[in-house]
């Protein structure tokens, strides 16, 4: 009887312990199924080109911008990898746009207030009442690619074509600071990102077309 007593409690607690299993094998798949990031190549929906000083700049009714002012400034991206791209090409751009009077406006809404914003904006005043070539600006930005993303951090490539025929490619750090996505300029306050020339744009690549 004894035996009999021994063999049940050990193959009661075998299935105790295969259930456990179970149920704790489940759970970490629902984990890690609910803990999956953004998807990082889906492309921004609803997406339009939007004028600005003559140049067509990405802009959607969901990822954003959600306040543009008068003077090319634009901030309330998405907080969304779609919200941080759009946010890239519009902050590599506007500040450049806006006239010596309002400069200050768009620069303070796409920029992380870092050491290379105060040497753009050293770099901007001397040039005040020069003007802009507008030549020098790609005439299309045809899309992007992230190589990191984060809740308050990403880096993204923004591809570009040029008058000339040429392509680019142009890397931007991003932040999410204060509520929103902005350019975290280098050291050297340039607005242009890291500018590489390419032949082709890579395959994977998330495209910029109106939708």
Request: one cysteine or more; proline letters at 6%.
């Amino acid at each position: 009887m004894g035996s009999r007593t021994s063999h049940r409690r050990v193959t009661a607690g075998a299935v105790l312990m295969a259930s456990a299993l179970l149920m704790t094998s489940c759970g970490s798949d629902e984990e890690a199924t609910g803990s999956q990031g953004p998807d990082l190549s889906a492309p921004p929906q609803k997406l339009s080109w939007s004028k600005v000083k003559g140049v067509s700049l990405p802009v959607s009714s969901v990822h954003g911008p959600r306040d543009v002012g008068t003077y090319s400034d634009a901030s309330g991206w998405e907080h969304s990898p779609q919200g941080a791209a759009l946010a890239a090409v519009n902050g590599s751009i506007r500040p450049i746009l806006a006239d010596d009077k309002h400069w200050e406006e768009a620069a303070a809404a796409a920029f992380a207030p870092t050491e290379g914003r105060d040497l753009f904006t050293q770099a901007r005043v001397s040039i005040i009442g020069q003007g802009m070539d507008k030549s020098l600006l790609p005439t299309a930005f045809n899309g992007y690619k992230f190589s990191d993303y984060s809740d308050g951090h990403a880096e993204v490539t923004v591809f570009t074509s040029y008058t000339d025929g040429s392509k680019a490619s142009n890397e931007y750090v991003m932040d999410f600071t204060g509520g929103d996505w902005k350019i975290h300029l280098p050291d050297d306050g340039n607005a242009g990102g890291s500018v590489r020339a390419v032949d082709n744009f890579p395959d994977d690549m998330v495209p910029l077309e109106a939708k």
